[in-house]
């Protein structure tokens, strides 16, 4: 089944504890993404990845991090999570060519404390 | 940048109405891909329809259909006969083309959609 999947689903974590949410899809898209949703304030990009070793900056990547070293996975780093980074976060993919729709992941519900 | 608004916060109608959920986007581009996206309280983003710029054929999929009125820079998106199902979160965004790269998409902030019964 073609899908984007992100681990884990939900999290608590602690201030200034790195993590990593993981992101994979198996569809051999070029483009990914990383999305936060926050109530009022709809999904906005962290940041994207045109390819391997390819990555820029969305509209709120300010703490954050991320790395395309191979094509099919995409993870988000929190090298020191804040309180106001507490979200729902989404990763999407799509391929090139006519296909342009984003697939997204299920989310991930991170809260720190 | 690009911008995106939708001015309905909240909307309410009953089962097999007809409703019409409201964008307004704003771009210099002139190649670019509009899209509506549905959130359900599992909050899976679902894509609804979505329409290439240049096409000046609204899309429709089943009961979706769009207004797509590139002038005023307008994406409205039409759900007929609307069922229980259709209560979610729905947001528009916007993707421009850029050649051989492309950047993600902009959302406006959303409508949450009520069908009653």
């Known amino acids: 089944e073609a899908q984007v999947t992100q681990n884990p689903r939900y999290l608590i974590t602690v201030t200034g504890k790195k993590l990593t949410v993981t992101c994979s899809q198996n569809m051999n898209h070029e483009y990914m993404s990383w999305y936060r949703q926050d109530p009022g304030l709809g999904l906005r990009q962290i940041y994207y990845?045109?390819?391997?070793?390819?990555?820029d900056k969305g509209d709120v990547p300010e703490g954050y991090k991320v790395s395309r070293k191979e094509k099919r996975n995409f993870p988000l780093i929190l090298e020191s999570p804040s309180p106001n980074q507490t979200s729902l976060y989404f990763c999407a993919s799509r391929g090139g060519g006519t296909n342009y729709g984003y697939t997204f992941g299920s989310g991930t519900r991170l809260t720190v404390v | 940048a690009q911008t995106v608004t939708q001015s309905q916060p909240e909307m309410s109608v009953q089962e097999a109405e007809t409703v019409t959920l409201s964008c307004t986007y704003d771009?210099?581009?002139?190649?670019?891909?509009l899209f509506w996206y549905k959130q359900p309280p599992s909050r899976q983003m679902i894509l609804v329809i979505r329409q290439e710029a240049y096409k000046q054929q609204n899309a429709t999929e089943n009961r979706f259909s769009v207004n797509f009125q590139k002038a005023a820079k307008s994406f409205s998106l039409k759900i007929s006969d609307s069922q229980l199902g259709d209560t979610a979160m729905y947001f528009c965004a916007f993707m421009k083309y850029s050649g051989g790269g492309a950047d993600g998409l902009t959302f406006g902030k959303g409508t949450h959609l009520i069908i009653q019964p």
């Open positions: 990845s045109m390819n391997v070793e390819v990555t």
């Open positions: 771009t210099s581009e002139n190649n670019y891909y």
